[in-house]
Structures are given as structure tokens and as C-alpha cells.
């Protein structure tokens, strides 16, 4: 019996942002049909999408509608707002959902995903507990104590996240928790404060037939509970690099499905702690665009459709840093930039501009990615090439 992969395929991807535009990039190299699913017109991956749809993706029968009209081999999601029950309905159906329907669904709550690798897996975690009230979280950041980090449970790219320094901050933090939260979840969790040397992404790749594989550890800032640079190797000793992928082996495959999931970890002088797992590509692994002879886009390509990776090439130290839009009282239309021929000018630099219709405070319109001779050096181009583009509210 023939058992070569036909392509194309029909992926149906829900969540357009620009994770979603360098997938699809990736997905129509190879001549497969896409249709970029979100809430807003123009989201950046509809611009390259072969069909486009706006709905709400917490509207089970919306979801119903559009997988109806288009019929798709696969299911991808890109995003956390999303009606995780039809995806169970559609899976039965025999739609490929990635990596799979109950995978999904545990990974769009931190809350499942933490019991999963705490409870039942016994991976170390920080402390935490849940609060779905003002004054619950009042009284398990006492229990924790302070200071310690809050974050929605179901939220995307940091959004909603805060360090907590005293009980003074504690009302503050639940009402940014509670504006970043994606969906209609009104909980939020509280976890210790964790001493970390460097935080890091681990990307892994599950494969349908294959071994599971891993790209080189990613560094990464953050800023606001959100990535604002990445670095690719990262430093850290070969110990913590095998302890990591062991922990990212022992979670992604209680999992199951296929496809790359990016695996985050605190580092401490001693320890390797399980932080987040994000199934799809991670916004910090954007520095793969450069820094790799197959980037994460690519990875999750070929793994969702069963094909070879047959090797993964760290091409040398790299790094991403974001452009975001200032701070800006409201969302703003009619976007132009400035600085992209100057950013340009440095060898060994990239500029990736997401297309996103409107800005906002401290919105990722952009990344700049750079390579150097050390990690120091790659970090410092990108930085400065980031800043040399300028975002007009025109």
C-alpha cells in the first residue's frame, strides 16, 4: 500500500495574528490552502491566507458554520479564545485538530496545564493557587506571599501578567489580570516568585511517526508579563538542557497529537522549573526566522503533516527584539513606519513587519532579527535595529 503524503492539504487556522502570517507563509510553500480564522478584518495572517473569516471563536455554532462552509482536512489553532468543545465535536468527526482536541483544551487554561505537570506528573512548578474574586486574592497572596506574579488563567503573549510586591498592589494586579484575560474566564492564578538566572523556551517537536526533537534553548525578556527580546543558543550547561527536555518530553507526550510546542522553564542556579506550554509556534521563537536552517513555522508544518525533519541547524548566536507601537491613548488607523531602510542597513539584519491594521499601546507591530558573533552582539543589533523603526499614526 502507498503510504507517501499527498498535499495539499486544507488547513483551517484559528487566530490570525502574525504567528499565524509566518505559518501560512510556510504552509503555501509547500502549496497547501489556507483559511485564517479570527475576531478583526485584516488580522496579519488573512493578508496571506488563501480564504479568510471573521467570527467570534467563543461562538460554538459560528465555529460550526465556517468548518461547515470550508471543509478542512485540519484544524490549527493559534490562539486561547476558542470554543474548545466543538473542537472535540469536530475531532469525532475525523477533522485533525493540533495537536489534538484534548490538548488544546488543556493548554488554553494555565490552570489544567499546571495541574497536569504538578499533580498528576509530579514536574516541578512554582507554588500557586487560584483565585476567582478580589478578596480570594487577597488571601492566597497572603498564602504565597509576596512577592509573587499574577496572571490570568486563560491569556496569550504575557497579556495580563504582573509582579505583585506587597499586598498595596494586589487590586491593581486583579484588574489588569482581568483585562488581559482572553475569553469569559474570570480567574486568575498566583504563582512564587521564582529567583531565575534566565528564562527560557524550549522548543519541541512532536512528530505523528517520529522522535520527538528539540531546537537549541531560547532566551528570552520579558517586559509587562510580555517578550520583548529573544536569543538564540541560549547559555546554560548541558545538565539543564537534558533536564528540560526530559520534563518537555514528559508533558507534550501526555498530550499527544503532533506539532511544536513551546515549552517555557525558569533556570535557577540549581534548578529547572516548569514555567508554560504553549501548543503551537511561541512568539519567542520568532528568532528562529534567522537563526535556524528550518524555523519553528516550518517545524510545525512538517509536523502536523507528517513530513521528515530529518535535521535541525543552529546557525550561530541570533537574536529577535520586538517594535511596538508607543504609548498610545487609543487605537490608532492608518499606520505607516519610518527607520526600516536605516534598521536594514547593518549586515546580518532582518525586519518582519506583521501588518496589523490598528495600534495600540504597546502593541508587536513588528520584529527586527539579528545574528553576531556572540550572543552579546546579536542582541545589541537587534535592539538597535528595533528601535530605529518608527511607527507613524499617520
Given at each position: 500500500?502507498?503510504?507517501?503524503?499527498?498535499?495539499?492539504?486544507?488547513?483551517?487556522?484559528?487566530?490570525?495574528?502574525?504567528?499565524?502570517?509566518?505559518?501560512?507563509?510556510?504552509?503555501?510553500?509547500?502549496?497547501?490552502?489556507?483559511?485564517?480564522?479570527?475576531?478583526?478584518?485584516?488580522?496579519?495572517?488573512?493578508?496571506?491566507?488563501?480564504?479568510?473569516?471573521?467570527?467570534s471563536?467563543?461562538?460554538?455554532?459560528?465555529?460550526?458554520?465556517?468548518?461547515?462552509?470550508?471543509?478542512?482536512?485540519?484544524i490549527?489553532?493559534?490562539?486561547?479564545?476558542?470554543?474548545?468543545?466543538?473542537?472535540?465535536?469536530?475531532?469525532?468527526?475525523?477533522?485533525?485538530?493540533?495537536?489534538?482536541?484534548?490538548?488544546?483544551?488543556?493548554?488554553?487554561?494555565?490552570?489544567?496545564?499546571?495541574?497536569?505537570?504538578h499533580?498528576?506528573?509530579?514536574?516541578?512548578?512554582?507554588?500557586?493557587?487560584?483565585?476567582?474574586?478580589l478578596?480570594?486574592?487577597?488571601?492566597?497572596?497572603?498564602?504565597?506571599?509576596?512577592?509573587?506574579?499574577?496572571?490570568?488563567?486563560?491569556?496569550?503573549?504575557?497579556?495580563?501578567?504582573?509582579?505583585?510586591?506587597?499586598?498595596?498592589?494586589?487590586e491593581?494586579?486583579?484588574?489588569?489580570?482581568?483585562?488581559?484575560?482572553?475569553?469569559?474566564?474570570?480567574?486568575?492564578?498566583?504563582?512564587?516568585?521564582?529567583?531565575?538566572?534566565?528564562?527560557?523556551?524550549?522548543?519541541?517537536?512532536?512528530?505523528?511517526?517520529?522522535?520527538?526533537?528539540?531546537?537549541?534553548?531560547?532566551?528570552?525578556?520579558?517586559?509587562?508579563?510580555?517578550?520583548?527580546?529573544?536569543?538564540q543558543?541560549?547559555?546554560?550547561?548541558?545538565?539543564?538542557?537534558?533536564?528540560?527536555q526530559?520534563i518537555?518530553?514528559?508533558?507534550?507526550?501526555?498530550?499527544?497529537?503532533?506539532?511544536?510546542?513551546?515549552?517555557?522553564?525558569?533556570?535557577?542556579?540549581?534548578?529547572?522549573?516548569?514555567?508554560?506550554?504553549?501548543?503551537?509556534?511561541?512568539?519567542?521563537?520568532?528568532?528562529?526566522?534567522?537563526?535556524?536552517?528550518?524555523?519553528?513555522?516550518?517545524?510545525?508544518?512538517?509536523?502536523?503533516?507528517g513530513?521528515?525533519?530529518?535535521?535541525?541547524?543552529q546557525?550561530?548566536?541570533?537574536?529577535?527584539?520586538?517594535?511596538?507601537?508607543?504609548?498610545?491613548?487609543?487605537?490608532?488607523?492608518?499606520i505607516?513606519?519610518?527607520?526600516?531602510?536605516?534598521?536594514?542597513?547593518?549586515?546580518?539584519?532582518?525586519?518582519?513587519?506583521?501588518?496589523?491594521?490598528?495600534?495600540?499601546?504597546f502593541?508587536?507591530m513588528?520584529?527586527?532579527?539579528?545574528?553576531?558573533?556572540?550572543?552579546?552582539?546579536?542582541?545589541?543589533?537587534?535592539?538597535?535595529?528595533?528601535?530605529?523603526v518608527?511607527?507613524?499614526?499617520?
Amino acid at each position: 500500500m502507498d503510504t507517501s503524503i499527498r498535499l495539499p492539504k486544507k488547513l483551517m487556522l484559528l487566530g490570525a495574528g502574525e504567528l499565524g502570517k509566518e505559518f501560512v507563509i510556510a504552509a503555501q510553500r509547500l502549496g497547501n490552502h489556507i483559511i485564517a480564522v479570527d475576531r478583526y478584518e485584516q488580522a496579519p495572517a488573512m493578508q496571506v491566507a488563501d480564504a479568510s473569516e471573521v467570527i467570534s471563536m467563543l461562538n460554538g455554532d459560528d465555529l460550526e458554520t465556517v468548518v461547515n462552509k470550508h471543509k478542512p482536512d485540519l484544524i490549527i489553532p493559534e490562539i486561547e479564545a476558542i470554543r474548545t468543545e466543538k473542537l472535540v465535536e469536530f475531532e469525532q468527526r475525523g477533522i485533525t485538530v493540533i495537536p489534538t482536541a484534548a490538548a488544546t483544551n488543556y493548554t488554553m487554561n494555565r490552570d489544567r496545564i499546571r495541574e497536569l505537570a504538578h499533580t498528576e506528573l509530579g514536574v516541578r512548578t512554582a507554588k500557586y493557587a487560584y483565585a476567582s474574586t478580589l478578596e480570594e486574592l487577597i488571601a492566597v497572596s497572603n498564602t504565597i506571599g509576596f512577592p509573587n506574579v499574577v496572571k490570568p488563567v486563560m491569556s496569550s503573549s504575557g497579556k495580563g501578567q504582573s509582579v505583585v510586591n506587597d499586598k498595596a498592589d494586589v487590586e491593581k494586579a486583579w484588574n489588569y489580570a482581568i483585562a488581559g484575560s482572553r475569553g469569559d474566564s474570570q480567574k486568575v492564578i498566583v504563582e512564587e516568585f521564582i529567583n531565575f538566572e534566565i528564562e527560557i523556551t524550549l522548543l519541541t517537536v512532536k512528530q505523528w511517526q517520529s522522535n520527538t526533537i528539540y531546537c537549541a534553548p531560547i532566551g528570552h525578556r520579558q517586559e509587562r508579563g510580555d517578550y520583548q527580546e529573544s536569543w538564540q543558543p541560549a547559555d546554560i550547561s548541558k545538565d539543564k538542557i537534558s533536564s528540560a527536555q526530559e520534563i518537555a518530553k514528559k508533558v507534550t507526550d501526555k498530550l499527544g497529537g503532533a506539532g511544536i510546542f513551546g515549552v517555557e522553564f525558569f533556570i535557577t542556579r540549581d534548578e529547572v522549573i516548569f514555567s508554560e506550554l504553549s501548543p503551537r509556534p511561541h512568539d519567542t521563537g520568532m528568532v528562529t526566522l534567522i537563526s535556524q536552517n528550518l524555523n519553528e513555522f516550518e517545524l510545525h508544518l512538517r509536523a502536523v503533516l507528517g513530513l521528515p525533519i530529518p535535521h535541525i541547524e543552529q546557525l550561530g548566536a541570533s537574536a529577535s527584539a520586538v517594535i511596538l507601537s508607543p504609548g498610545l491613548t487609543e487605537k490608532s488607523g492608518s499606520i505607516s513606519y519610518e527607520g526600516v531602510d536605516k534598521a536594514l542597513a547593518e549586515k546580518d539584519v532582518d525586519i518582519k513587519l506583521f501588518g496589523k491594521p490598528t495600534a495600540h499601546p504597546f502593541r508587536r507591530m513588528g520584529v527586527a532579527l539579528a545574528k553576531g558573533n556572540s550572543e552579546e552582539e546579536a542582541r545589541a543589533k537587534a535592539r538597535k535595529a528595533a528601535s530605529q523603526v518608527k511607527i507613524i499614526n499617520s
